[in-house]
């Protein structure tokens, strides 16, 4: 066994026997994202390197601690790449333990799908210090729970992933980038009548630009496909609503900005009365406008909505949000404080399930403890 992770099982293995909580970390690019990390720290990068990869098969084999800068690269040079784009944050390098850890996606994530629909399998040492192994390298692998899919999102806190098998597909041979002055409203409407055919819509993202002198609400729509598909739907589209295609070029840095949150809408107002929390809501897609006094970004077709709003506003924002048939999370703190409670509260059901689940792959809570919820 790799030195590496015969050391990560030896740890966990001695804290659960001591009961010692461990904060698992990667390259700590997502440290900010839920609530307050707890623990000593176990390091996952040592346990690094892309273990296989077959470009014919769409099947990539990576252990957790692998940067995902260097797995992206590897992709590149075989015109593949992870669909679901998943996001960076600052300055510090991801690995691809704490992408799948985290579940989160970039700007194409309504139309080609999520993290989890990209997981085959998965290898990870639970609390007990057991080396486990779920799924393998095809979809239809699963027999019984779908344990490979239920580690994306759960923030390590049911295990310690080691390896990660995901599918990849081929870069798109044509994009394009399309942009309406539209208002919000009229913005979602028109994106559910393009839904509704068959255009190779990729990615959306509405905003008011409130950098230019007009602050113009703006509907960015990028297209990818085969060429003639995104030639046709790009006639198609700017003769149903007057518009403009953007270059290539300046398109494809500002899709990278808005998946790395790196807009200028992102940026906390340094005039504000009161601190303010980067707000995430998802929603469903046919979400109508919600009557809220921040302004905000809107990306998924209209499942997923940003916004600037102070911490005092939790409960106005969840049930505006839950009205809709959603939810919302702090996802960036205001100030340096930690919100308590950033995630949505659990229904009674769906905390029974948690704790069953924490009961039986960390029986000690030790792996990231409060890390989702203070309270589980």
């Known amino acids: 066994m790799d030195t590496a992770l015969q050391h990560l099982i030896d740890h966990i293995k001695t804290a659960a026997a001591q009961r010692t909580p461990l904060r698992i970390r990667g390259g700590g690019s997502k440290d900010f994202y839920g609530e307050t990390p707890q623990g000593e720290l176990l390091d996952t990068t040592p346990y690094q390197g892309i273990v296989s990869y077959e470009p014919s098969e769409l099947v990539v084999t990576v252990r957790a601690g692998t940067p995902l800068a260097e797995l992206e690269a590897t992709l590149a040079e075989k015109g593949q790449c992870l669909a679901f784009e998943p996001p960076r944050f600052g300055t510090l390098p991801g690995t691809c333990g704490g992408m799948v850890a985290a579940g989160l996606s970039g700007p194409a994530r309504a139309s080609v799908g999520g993290v989890r629909d990209y997981v085959l399998g998965v290898q990870l040492v639970n609390g007990r210090g057991e080396h486990l192994t779920f799924g393998g390298q095809v979809m239809k692998n699963v027999a019984g729970y779908d344990v490979s899919r239920l580690m994306v999102g759960a923030m390590g806190t049911l295990g310690l992933l080691t390896e990660i098998s995901l599918k990849v597909l081929p870069v798109a041979p044509a994009e394009a980038t399309l942009v309406f002055e539209l208002d919000q409203a ?191």
């Open 186 to 376: 009229s913005a979602l409407a028109q994106l559910h009548r393009w839904g509704a055919q068959p255009l190779p819509l990729n990615a959306s993202c509405w905003v008011r630009d409130d950098t230019a002198p007009s602050t113009p609400e703006l509907l960015f729509v990028r297209l990818r496909g085969a060429v003639a598909a995104v030639e046709s739907a790009c006639t198609k589209m700017l003769a149903d609503v007057p518009g403009r295609r953007m270059d290539n070029a300046q398109a494809g840095s500002d899709w990278t900005a808005c998946r790395d949150l790196n807009l200028p809408f992102f940026a906390a107002p340094a005039n504000a009365p009161e601190p303010l929390a980067l707000w995430r809501l998802s929603l469903p897609q046919t979400a109508l406008v919600l009557d809220l006094p921040w302004p905000q970004l809107v990306e998924w077709h209209g499942g997923q909505r940003w916004l600037r709003a102070p911490e005092s506003a939790m409960e106005q924002l969840r049930q505006a949000a839950a009205a809709a048939g959603g939810s919302a999370s702090v996802f960036i703190a205001a100030g340096s404080a930690r919100t308590k409670n950033c995630f949505a509260p659990l229904t009674p059901a769906l905390e029974q399930i948690h704790r069953r689940l924490k009961a039986e792959f960390d029986p000690a809570g030790i792996l990231n403890p409060g890390r989702m919820y203070p309270h589980l």
